[in-house]
């Protein structure tokens, strides 16, 4: 029944994400390490494999203060709204919980 209704009514956390608007990046061009706020990181492999560490929830499930790292593999996609980089996770390695940000460290709102 919910999940109906997110359907019918397009409510839900990309309601108003449009896409990246991006068709002309390269897999070259993503492959590398990525360093994230809070010691996230990853690693995307030329060989389409992935080292992920402190991935945060995502959505709702950032509420949850859950983090996890990992292996995985990931692959650069096309759709109308442009390229999007997308990761799955084969192994996980580690969970932990990511503790509060400080007021000092909250993005400006």
């Avoid at 839900?12 to 068709?23: C, F, M, N, S, V």
């Avoid at 389409?48 to 560490?53: D, R, S």
């Avoid at 759709?79 to 993005?107: C, F, K, M, W």
Wanted: aromatic letters at 10%; proline letters at 5%.
């Amino acid at each position: 029944m919910v999940l109906a209704l997110t359907v019918l009514t397009a409510c839900g956390p990309y309601q108003y994400y449009g896409g990246t608007g991006l068709h002309d990046a390269t897999p070259a061009e993503v492959a590398g390490v990525w360093d994230n706020i809070e010691g996230t990181r990853f690693a995307f492999r030329d060989d389409g494999t992935a080292l992920l560490e402190k991935l945060d929830g995502q959505d709702f499930d950032f509420e949850d203060g859950w983090r996890l790292s990992g292996k995985g593999t990931w692959q650069l996609t096309d759709h109308d709204g442009g390229q999007e980089v997308r990761l799955a996770l084969t192994t996980r390695t580690q969970v932990e919980s990511r503790l509060p940000l400080s007021t000092d460290e909250a993005p400006p709102s």
